[in-house]
């Protein structure tokens, strides 16, 4: 990594969604030059901001590239929702100059191994704890909005079973605690349990599912495994709506679900969707912090 471009950092924001719109507007306003890559759709963006989609221009004038998060959804193009163009993910490293660094959520190794043949640095801002810690936030107010939004009933006094007690996990539950609700948590370990309780949730054994998932009305997954299966599924009562947090395979048997007719969200990358300004300022912040740590090395 050349330290002294870090110094004096020159950003290319590629693709992505209204998050990505934010980081760049955000980054231009301070001060930085920022390119803005793809932002063809109709998007609010800063004077300050570089638009163009020359990426052999922009990234070769660039020392900090920012793709989104997720990075890719199909391994080959940019996720771009702000366009209507493919953007080749390879391109990212063929445009960088030696040296730079390429910052982006869930870079595949793949991607990463191919970068570091060229001489380019990588960094996953999504693996931060800082970006974790915060953006579990508007994750669990987006969890509980399609709560909301999906059922007849008010959120205080329903029972919530909250799986899983990792960063989303402990910010939901608190949450739905705060709003009235009877919320139980469900994990393996017991430490967990113990935390959990210790917080005025009830604790529960994920083993103990099948026997107990009868009894909620609201059931949210954040554990990325194969949790309701089709025995819990079908112990669930008929108004009962689930809501999965986790990140792809997911925690849900969903076409058990749909065979059952068990109501199911699959509510993947909702900062992104309920509060984009939000996740955006905390995508920024965090590669903000990279920079500065890198400059520190």
Excluded at 81 to 99: H, K, N, Q, Y
Excluded at 141 to 170: D, F, H, K, N, P
Aim: aromatic residues 6%; charged residues 25%; proline residues 3%.
């Amino acid at each position: 990594m050349n330290k002294e471009l870090v110094k004096n950092p020159v950003f290319s924001v590629v693709g992505g969604d209204l998050r990505q719109a934010r980081l760049a507007n955000g980054l231009a306003e301070l001060g930085y030059t920022v390119y803005g890559l793809f932002f063809d759709l109709d998007v609010y963006v800063s004077e300050q901001l570089i638009c163009t989609d020359d990426m052999r221009e922009a990234l070769g004038k660039s020392n900090v590239i920012v793709l989104p998060l997720p990075a890719t959804l199909d391994g080959k193009t940019v996720n771009s929702m702000l366009s209507t163009r493919e953007i080749p993910l390879d391109d990212c490293i063929r445009f960088a100059g030696e040296g730079s660094l390429i910052t982006g959520g869930m870079l595949s190794e793949e991607f990463r191994q191919k970068a570091e043949e060229k001489g380019v640095c990588t960094e996953d801002y999504a693996k931060r704890e800082e970006f974790a810690v915060l953006n579990a936030v508007p994750t669990a107010e987006g969890a509980v909005a399609i709560a909301m939004a999906e059922r007849a009933s008010t959120v205080r006094g329903s029972r919530c079973l909250v799986a899983g007690y990792g960063r989303v996990g402990r910010r939901l539950a608190a949450l739905l605690k705060a709003m009235g609700a009877d919320v139980s948590v469900a994990a393996r370990r017991a430490g967990v349990l113990a935390e959990a309780a210790a917080e005025g949730m009830a604790p529960l054994q994920i083993s103990e599912l099948s026997a107990k998932a009868g009894g909620f009305e609201l059931l949210f997954n954040t554990v990325p495994a194969m949790i309701f299966t089709e025995d819990i599924l079908r112990s669930l009562k008929s108004d009962c709506l689930v809501i999965d947090l986790a990140s792809k395979p997911g925690g849900v048997d969903f076409e058990t679900a749909k065979q059952l007719g068990v109501r199911t969200v699959w509510a993947l990358s909702l900062p992104g969707k309920v509060a984009p300004i939000t996740a955006g300022d905390i995508i920024k912040d965090t590669v903000l912090n990279i920079l500065t740590e890198r400059r520190m090395k």
